[in-house]
């Protein structure tokens, strides 16, 4: 009995022990499901910081800061909007045109470039050659025309209140056959002034008057009183430009614009006045924007020139219609 009693005492505490260590893994199993469905349920939700990300503050009272109508609804661009970089490169070409006078071959290429940014100086430079075919006005004989420009403009901004010092030089050659309407002309002018009127937004976004009295020097082609024999004459003229410019945002992409100069001459020569002698030029321009480097433009130009008439028995006005391809840099 005594041998049996240590044995039933030592089988009860295995016994004991083997529940209280079967709970113990029960626990710990338990305890390692948790834990591992709690990581796997944090890697499956996306990171609260980097999705939501936190609302600015009130600088005042430390409070989210109220949303803007701006931040939820797009802003549209307004009528005409464009680059705001003044300074630009710019070349143009006219595969086609449509003159007063019959032509068999009619083209041209401009160039201009604009630097703004120089303090309060504003540099302009323009560059224009034009090749056409065409019969001459009292004949069926066809004649080989070509027309070369080169200007060069500086303004001084807000010179005079918001006057602009203008200042201004120029170079012009013209040769139809063998006949030179213009063989050199040189011209230029230091005290002029100009009125500007820029916006960015709206429907008129240039409004431009200039004047500038110039120095002006040609050498030309001319018929003697027979109509028959070439003469070159030189001539000196203190001409007058009398300019216009208006320009206009019609949509997002389509502009307008017009030219009108007026230019009469003091000659030099005979101490005279002759509005007689005058240029005249009104150019209106339609150009429609295909994106920020290319563009397309329509224009409509109609001269008057009496020397013309006076010296080589030609029209005194002349109308071109032309088409342009233009490629604008801006920089």
């Known amino acids: 009995m005594k041998s049996i009693l240590p044995t039933i005492i030592l089988l009860s505490s295995f016994n004991v022990y083997s529940q209280d260590s079967g709970r113990l893994d029960s626990v710990i199993n338990e305890y390692m499901r948790r834990k591992e469905r709690i990581e796997n349920t944090e890697n499956t939700q996306p990171n609260s910081n980097e999705s939501q ?106 010179f005079l209140w918001k006057l602009h010092l203008l200042i201004q030089a120029g170079f012009q050659r013209e040769r139809s056959g063998n006949v030179f309407p213009i063989y050199q002309r040189v011209y230029g002018g230091v005290i002029g002034l100009k009125y500007l009127h820029e916006k960015s937004h709206g429907f008129l976004r240039e409004f431009s008057v200039s004047y500038l009295p110039i120095y002006d020097k040609l050498k030309s082609d001319a018929y003697l009183a027979d109509r028959v024999t070439l003469t070159r004459k030189d001539r000196e003229y203190i001409r007058q430009f009398f300019q216009v410019d208006l320009m206009f945002a019609l949509t997002q992409n389509l502009k307008a614009s017009n030219h009108f100069h007026w230019r009469p001459v003091y000659d ?54 032309s088409f342009k391809l233009n490629w604008k840099l801006g920089l």
Not at 287 to 314: A, C, G, H, I, P
Request: net charge negative; charged share 25%.
């Open 53 to 158: 990300p936190s609302p600015e503050l009130n600088n005042v009272s430390g409070e989210p800061a109220p949303v803007s109508m701006q931040d939820v609804v797009p802003v549209s661009p307004s009528v005409g909007t464009g680059s705001t970089s003044k300074s630009f490169f710019k070349v143009g070409v006219e595969p086609f045109k449509i003159t007063r006078v019959d032509k068999n071959r009619n083209y041209g290429i401009d160039a201009r470039t604009r630097l703004h940014g120089f303090g309060s100086y504003i540099l302009d430079g323009k560059y224009n050659f034009e090749l056409k075919d065409e019969k001459e006005p009292f004949s069926d004989n066809v004649i080989t025309s070509r027309y070369y420009q080169a200007d060069v403009a500086l303004e001084k901004e807000n």
């Open 268 to 321: 030099l020569q005979t101490d005279e006045f002759n509005a007689n002698n005058s240029e005249i030029e009104q150019k209106f321009t339609l150009t429609m924007e295909m994106n920020k480097l290319f563009s397309l433009s329509y224009e409509n130009k109609l001269t008057w020139n009496k020397r013309l008439q006076v010296d080589l028995n030609r029209p005194t006005t002349d109308l071109v219609n």
